[in-house]
């Protein structure tokens, strides 16, 4: 550690009475800061008050630092020092005195003003956040047909303020606090007061106090520290861009944590059946809401077992295939030199690094190249023999079902189960293929997630759990859905009471 810094990276030292040691003291702590702005006033009647005001330049709203702050002070002729500073701030309602360098820098780097006085041993520290950002934009990763279009950005007060517009609620809190010993990230926890269970808030919120990192930068980040199963595939948190999301999460009783500079909420904790649910689902009919739901479940038996099915029947046991099938796939094979398993491999692979490519490569460029490059590698591997025709076919199946599932994390559980799959049948065939599968459900059933079952309504603790698959697979119609799910506190359960008829 250097002079000023202590073992937790907090800054040593307190506001000295001395305006010149304060300003000593910042000039060496922000040492080759050029974009640190550093102005020094002689106020009062006699111009006899030193005062120093220091401002990080792109953090900061200049225009309300010059009119509200700088301005008035040098118009006021007061003797007080105290009182002068108060009035020369009035228009900046949130402000505040404080003692420490610490409180001081902080502020500072988050884009907050702090005035140094001489002969105060205190400074005033003055909200004036301005920082970069982008507006609200609509959402392209959960992109939904029906329902609001707007998405998170990177501004913390913005996303609190969008889920805020949609829970008009008093119990609705926000604690906002920071992570991270040199980034010191702002991150804010929202909850429903009378809906959370106090024992998952206190747990979430010691995790995070616990956190010993020197930088939290997005909130992707933040839920790698909060996992506590890593040893799993499969993501014990929720991601999400959609503020309407985040509000529906809140309304059943969940956790939401968002951190600056991250365009995306955490919500917690999690089931399996979350990541199979569009936003769109409860904005349309329930009927087209189902159908869409039960394709996805099909989507994601086909992304994680399809290609490991079709190595452990063509290699092991064609002899349950059809015979007008089992010619057909002799015929497709005719001429390829490798075994089926290499086939699989070749082109799996092959699609993931197409996949690949077109997330990195920019705008509708990337789409385009994962499309046409599907096709004239599929094409030209084809004309080669190096591949059969059914292979294309299997893997593009493979890779359309996994598009169909609308979290992007969840998916990549899939890409790799696939493979574990492709293995197991390799060796076993459809023995192996039904071990990777029980293997998989068993490790499912075993998880959990801050106490909830993650096969929740399927593995549930409660009693009545039948209203809970009203929104599993089957999403029933609204009017229905009158209960809130498990990880909603006890007493808090109902959500719409029951019609009165006759009345």
Not at 172 to 193: E, F, N, P, W
Not at 249 to 259: D, N, S
Not at 423 to 445: K, M
Request: one cysteine or more; a neutral charge; proline letters at 4%.
């Amino acid at each position: 550690m250097d002079e000023f810094h202590g073992r937790d990276h907090k800054l040593k030292g307190k506001i000295s009475q001395d305006i010149q040691n304060n300003i000593k003291y910042v000039e060496a702590v922000m040492a080759d800061c050029n974009d640190l702005i550093k102005k020094e006033f002689h106020i009062g009647r006699r111009r006899n008050i030193r005062i120093y005001v220091v401002y990080m330049d792109g953090l900061v709203n200049t225009e309300m630092i010059q009119e509200s702050v700088i301005k008035p002070m040098l118009i006021e002729p007061v003797q007080e020092k105290r009182q002068a500073v108060d009035q020369w701030v009035i228009e900046s309602a949130d402000r505040k005195w404080i003692t420490t360098m610490e409180e001081a820098f902080t502020a500072i780097l988050s884009g907050n003003t702090v005035v140094f006085i001489d002969g105060e041993g205190q400074a005033i520290l003055i909200s004036s956040k301005m920082p970069p950002t982008r507006g609200v934009q609509t959402a392209d990763q959960e992109v939904a047909m029906v329902g609001p279009k707007d998405s998170f950005n990177e501004s913390l007060r913005t996303n609190t303020a969008l889920v805020r517009r949609r829970i008009r609620d008093t119990r609705l809190k926000v604690i906002q606090k920071q992570v991270g010993t040199r980034s010191k990230t702002d991150y804010a926890i929202m909850y429903i007061d009378d809906l959370v269970k106090k024992d998952i808030l206190e747990e979430i919120e010691a995790q995070i106090e616990e956190m010993c990192v020197d930088g939290v930068l997005d909130s992707s980040m933040l839920q790698q520290f909060l996992e506590k199963n890593t040893k799993t595939p499969f993501p014990t948190y929720q991601l999400t861009q959609r503020p309407d999301k985040t509000a529906s999460g809140l309304l059943e009783g969940r956790i939401a944590v968002i951190v600056d500079n991250s365009p995306e909420a955490l919500l917690l904790p999690v089931t399996l059946n979350v990541f199979f649910q569009a936003s769109d689902d409860y904005y349309n009919r329930w009927e087209t809401a189902t159908f869409a739901r039960i394709l996805r479940y099909i989507s994601a038996f086909l992304a994680v077992g399809l290609p490991g099915f079709y190595v452990a029947l063509a290699s092991y046991h064609p002899e349950v295939l059809p015979t007008p099938f089992l010619l057909a796939l002799v015929s497709a094979r005719e001429g390829v030199p490798f075994p089926v398993v290499v086939e699989v491999l070749l082109m799996e692979l092959s699609f993931e690094l197409l996949r690949e490519a077109g997330i990195r490569l920019p705008g509708q460029l990337g789409g385009t190249i994962g499309i046409v490059g599907g096709l004239i590698v599929g094409q030209a591997a084809v004309d080669a023999h190096i591949v059969s025709t059914i292979v294309v076919i299997v893997v593009s199946l493979t890779a359309i079902a996994s598009f169909s599932i609308p979290n992007e994390i969840f998916t990549g559980a899939f890409r790799l189960l696939k493979f574990m799959l492709i293995a197991f049948c390799t060796f076993w065939g459809l023995y192996g293929f039904f071990l990777g599968c029980l293997a998989i459900f068993i490790h499912l059933f075993q998880m959990e997630n801050y106490g909830v079952p993650y096969m929740y309504p399927t593995t549930a603790k409660e009693h009545g759990v039948s209203t809970a698959f009203q929104d599993y697979v089957i999403r029933a119609p609204l009017k229905s859905m009158k209960l809130r799910p498990e990880f909603t506190k006890n007493d808090a359960r109902i959500r719409q009471k029951e019609e009165r008829h006759g009345k």
